[in-house]
C-alpha cells in the first residue's frame, strides 16, 4: 500500500531533550515536506526537501533541523525542545513539487 | 509575499443546503491551488487541485484570477462533509506549499 509513515504517533518529552521523529515513504517521491498544525493557525511549513541532499526551508523552520540522506526518508529533529514545538507534525511526500501531497497520520509532540 | 486567506474559521450548514468555502490569495506569480480535507482524526487528504478541474465527493472550485479566490462550492451538503477544510497555495515547483488556517464545516440534520 503507498503511503507515508511517520513514528511515533505520540510522544512526550522534556524541555531540551534531542529528539527525532521518522518519516518514511514507499512511492519513490521526490518531494517531502514537514508541516505543523496548531489551532487557529492551520498548517505551516517547516521544512521540504526536492531530492536526496537538497532541503529548504518552510515558514517556521527555527528550532527544526532535516537531513535526506535516502529518497524514502526524511527525519524531522529537534535539537533542543522547548514546549512552543507542542504540536501535530505531518510529514508528506509529492512525485511533482507542490501537486498532490501525500500526507502521513501525523505525530503528536507535547514538550512539558 | 504568498497569502493564502480563509476568512470563516466555522461554517454551519444545514443537510442538503448549498456550502461556500471561501478562498482568497495573494500570489504575484502563476499559482496552483488546491484544496485539502481532514476529517476528525484523520490525515489530510487532497480534495481538488485547480489544474485538473475535477469534481470530487460533488466539490468543485473555479479559480478566478481577477478576484484571486479559489472558492470551494457544493450545492448540496451531506452529513459526512463535516470536516476541517484547508486550502493550499503552491508558488514553485520546489515543493513549497502555504495552507490557510482552516475551515471547519459542521452540517447538522
Known amino acids: 500500500e503507498a503511503q507515508v509513515t511517520q513514528n511515533p504517533r505520540y510522544l512526550i518529552t522534556v524541555t531540551g531533550k534531542k529528539l527525532t521523529v521518522t518519516c518514511s515513504q514507499n512511492m519513490n517521491h521526490e518531494y517531502m515536506s514537514w508541516y505543523r498544525q496548531d489551532p487557529g493557525l492551520g498548517l505551516r511549513q517547516i521544512y521540504y526537501s526536492m531530492n536526496v541532499e537538497v532541503t529548504d526551508k518552510g515558514d517556521v523552520p527555527e528550532g527544526y533541523k532535516v537531513s535526506r540522506k535516502e529518497k524514502r526518508n526524511f527525519p524531522l529533529i529537534l535539537e533542543s525542545p522547548s514546549p512552543n514545538q507542542t504540536s501535530l507534525y505531518f510529514c508528506?511526500?509529492?512525485?511533482?513539487?507542490?501537486?498532490?501531497?501525500?500526507f502521513g497520520s501525523g505525530t503528536r509532540l507535547t514538550v512539558v | 509575499a504568498q497569502r493564502v486567506t480563509q476568512p470563516e474559521k466555522l461554517l454551519s450548514v444545514f443537510k442538503g443546503a448549498p456550502v461556500e468555502l471561501k478562498c482568497n490569495y495573494s500570489y504575484s506569480g502563476s499559482p496552483e491551488l488546491f484544496w485539502y480535507v481532514q476529517y476528525s482524526r484523520q490525515r489530510l487528504q487532497l480534495l481538488l487541485r485547480h489544474i485538473s478541474r475535477e469534481s470530487i465527493k460533488g466539490f468543485t472550485a473555479d479559480l478566478n484570477k481577477g478576484e484571486t479566490s479559489f472558492h470551494l462550492k457544493k450545492p448540496f451538503a451531506q452529513e459526512e462533509d463535516s470536516a476541517m477544510y484547508y486550502c493550499?497555495?503552491?508558488?514553485?515547483?520546489?515543493?513549497?506549499?502555504?495552507f490557510g488556517a482552516g475551515t471547519q464545516v459542521v452540517v447538522t440534520p
Open positions: 493550499a497555495l503552491g508558488t514553485d515547483s520546489w515543493g513549497k506549499l502555504q
Open positions: 508528506a511526500s509529492s512525485l511533482k513539487g507542490a501537486r498532490g501531497y501525500t
